[in-house]
């Protein structure tokens, strides 16, 4: 499948600061870019998305940005409070029209 | 209210086993999918079916087999071929094939070969 490559695997920020993910994709067609939250035990939760013929996207406190030229998103969480600690995975939509390719997972964790 | 059930959410595999991972959605989604969730890994497609009667092989098939004989029923068998069956398995749907849809997902099984 398509190398999603995503940064950091880890992340520690204090709460009420930003918190911003980063990926990578390989493959100029995929045009679809979600990510999910996963807390522990359980599956993984679309929390925001975007396509590829939007910049930015923006819902309360979260944030999702595409540079198509670049290959990058971004996700960014503002004010982060400690219920933001999760596993957070981008993906990006599989050029040959199916399934969808997973980034390896940031694990935040946000601090009192 | 809508979703998929994935059960059993524990299940412990002897050696030269095969067991059955059991997924079911009532979202009237054509498209579902299973992946496997290891530890810094991310997220590995096994397989994934995009109608009835219908599915195809992701990045990692060898050892697994599935059916997909209803709509709403995706199960996956993880035979004794499967060298390293311990991992965490995700089941999911979308309204249809094509990569374009956010998936809904359950809240996985846990498979430990013991």
């Known amino acids: 499948g398509e190398n999603v490559e995503q940064h950091p695997s880890t992340l520690s920020v204090q709460e009420g600061d930003s918190a911003v993910i980063k990926c990578t994709y390989s493959d100029s067609a995929s045009n679809y870019f979600p990510w999910y939250k996963q807390e522990l035990g359980k599956g993984p939760q679309l929390i925001i998305d975007?396509?590829?013929?939007?910049g930015e996207k923006k819902d309360q406190r979260i944030a999702v940005t595409l540079n198509k030229t670049a290959k990058h998103f971004s996700l960014h969480i503002t004010e982060t409070q400690p219920e933001d600690s999760a596993v957070y995975f981008c993906a990006a939509s599989n050029p040959s029209g199916y399934a969808l390719n997973f980034g390896k997972g940031t694990s935040l964790l946000v601090t009192p | 209210d809508g979703g998929i059930t994935q059960s059993p959410k524990y299940l412990f595999r002897k050696e030269g086993q095969n067991v059955t991972l059991s997924c079911e959605q009532n979202l009237n989604h054509d498209a579902m999918y299973w992946y496997r969730q290891d530890p810094g890994q991310g997220l590995r497609l096994i397989y994934y079916s995009q109608i009835v009667n219908d599915f195809q092989k992701g990045d990692i098939a060898e050892g697994y087999s599935v059916s997909r004989e209803k709509k709403e029923s995706f199960p996956l068998t993880v035979t004794s071929a499967q060298k390293n069956p311990t991992a965490f398995y995700l089941c999911a749907s979308t309204p249809s094939g094509g990569g374009g849809y956010g998936y809904t997902f359950g809240s996985g099984t846990r498979l430990t070969v013991v």
């Open positions: 975007i396509r590829s013929n939007v």
